[in-house]
Structure formats: C-alpha cells, structure tokens
C-alpha cells in the first residue's frame, strides 16, 4: 500500500441481525481499537447517515453487507475492502520477522495501517 496518509471508514450497521456481519462487526472494532488505528465510523442504520451509507454502498457495490472498510486518500479517492482482507492482515501480523522477510509481498498490518491518520492536516 502506498505511503501517502489516508483516513480509514468503516462502515457498520447497528441494527445488524446477522450473527457472521454482527460478529466480524465487533472483531474488525477490537482490532482496530486494540491497535490504536484511527478510523471514523458511519452507522448503515442511523438515519441521519443515509446518505454517506449510499454513497459507500455505492463505492463498494454491496449493499446490506457489514462491515465494509474504504481507505480514503488526500485527493478524495475511496479504496473498499471487506472483512476477509482486514483479517488477512490480522493473521499476518503474528508471523515471525523471519518469514515476513522472506515473504516481502505479504501486507502486514504495519505496512496497511501505519500511514492512516485521522484527519488530513
């Protein structure tokens, strides 16, 4: 990933009544809090967030799915991911510098999220 900073979405619904979406919902929120990531959240169901819901669902092309994460750069540009990759660099994370030396192509989460910042200055 690139090195310019980038602000980081993430995309929940509260009213969610999927066990799997409700589930992955509270683990990405324990990860990224336990790991001092700054993100800012919009709730699918708040009313008041219609809008910026839409706007995502449109960006990712999935409706109705949470959680969806968006990378938002300087320039406005809106990167997706969903919950299967924000897990990948979870895992990645534990392995030993050995293996991640040998392996430079795998994303850990320093390289993902060391350059997410919670606002532009």
Partial sequence: MASEQKKLIVLISQGCHDRTQSANQSKALDWLNSKNVPHSIVDGMDPNQRERRNQLFEISGVR?????????NKDGEMIYFDFERLEGWNETNGLSAEILAQHPELETWGK???NVVESFS
Avoid: D
């Fill in 64 to 72: 109705g799915n949470y959680p969806q994460f968006f990378f938002e």
């Fill in 112 to 114: 993902v999220f060391g």
